[in-house]
């Protein structure tokens, strides 16, 4: 069975920096593309970053220069690590694999970032 747990989200002032973490198992994820989508309430799902298996990144345009996305394919996982955080930030963060058109095959549960004024 395929699963990506996400870790590391919670609590945090802005201007603060947390590191997401999202370890795949069940099968290897080395030729896939993963990324990083998050959910505020009230809003729609939103892309926030994605890395090719050779490295390559894209970032949404809200988070260039302050989230880094990176991965060790050794050990299916991928990160995001988010500096500089703003309350605009606050959201539930979803780990993805393999993007097919709009969407992604793979997703996981979630994990949450709060934000604080």
């Known amino acids: 069975q395929v699963q990506l747990v996400e870790s590391g989200g919670g609590l945090v002032q802005t201007g603060g920096s947390l590191r997401l973490s999202c370890a795949a198992s069940?099968?290897?994820?080395?030729?896939?593309?993963m990324g990083w989508l998050r959910q505020a309430p009230g809003k729609e799902r939103e892309f926030v970053a994605l890395i090719t298996w050779s490295g390559s990144t894209t970032y949404a345009d809200s988070v260039k220069g302050r989230f880094t996305i990176s991965r060790a394919n050794a050990k299916n996982t991928v990160y995001l690590q988010m500096n500089s955080l703003k309350p605009d930030d606050t959201a539930v963060y979803y780990c993805a694999a393999d993007p097919v058109g709009s969407t992604w095959s793979y997703w996981g549960q979630g994990t949450q970032v709060t934000v604080s004024s």
């Open positions: 069940g099968r290897t994820f080395t030729t896939y593309p």
